[in-house]
C-alpha cells in the first residue's frame, strides 16, 4: 500500500501563485508516475500535469507555460507550482502515484485550489 498526504491547497486571486506537494510513503515502486489531477464541480477528473520515476514531465495544454511539476526522489514527493492562476483553475485538486501502464494506482485525499476572479 502506498498512502499520499497532499498540502498547500487554498484560496488565491487570479494571477496568483500556489504550490502543492504531495508525499508518498509505504511501499515503494522503482518505476513509477507521480501526477496530479483536478476535478471541478459537474466535470470529470482530468489529468494537470505528472513526471515518470526518470525525470520525463507531461502537462494538459491549459496548463503548459503556467504550472511546473518536479518531484524530489529522496523524499519520495512530488511538486506543483502553479502561477497565472485563473478562476478555471479553481478544482479539487488529487495527487495520484501509479504504475507505467495503471498497473496499480494511488490517489491522495484531495486539496482545494480556488481562484477568486
Known amino acids: 500500500q502506498v498512502q499520499l498526504v497532499e498540502s498547500g491547497g487554498g484560496l488565491v486571486q487570479a494571477g496568483g501563485s500556489l504550490r502543492l506537494s504531495c508525499t508518498a510513503s509505504g511501499r515503494r515502486f522503482s518505476i513509477n508516475v507521480m501526477g496530479w489531477y483536478r476535478q471541478a464541480p459537474g466535470k470529470q477528473r482530468e489529468l494537470v500535469a505528472d513526471?515518470?520515476?526518470?525525470?520525463?514531465?507531461n502537462y494538459a495544454d491549459s496548463v503548459k507555460g503556467r504550472f511546473s511539476i518536479s518531484r524530489d526522489k529522496d523524499k519520495n514527493t512530488v511538486y506543483l507550482q502553479m502561477n497565472g492562476l485563473k478562476p478555471e483553475d479553481t478544482a479539487v485538486y488529487y495527487c495520484n502515484y501509479r504504475g507505467w501502464y495503471w498497473e496499480y494506482a494511488y490517489w491522495g485525499q484531495g486539496t482545494q485550489v480556488t481562484v477568486s476572479s
Open positions: 513526471i515518470t520515476s526518470d525525470g520525463t514531465t
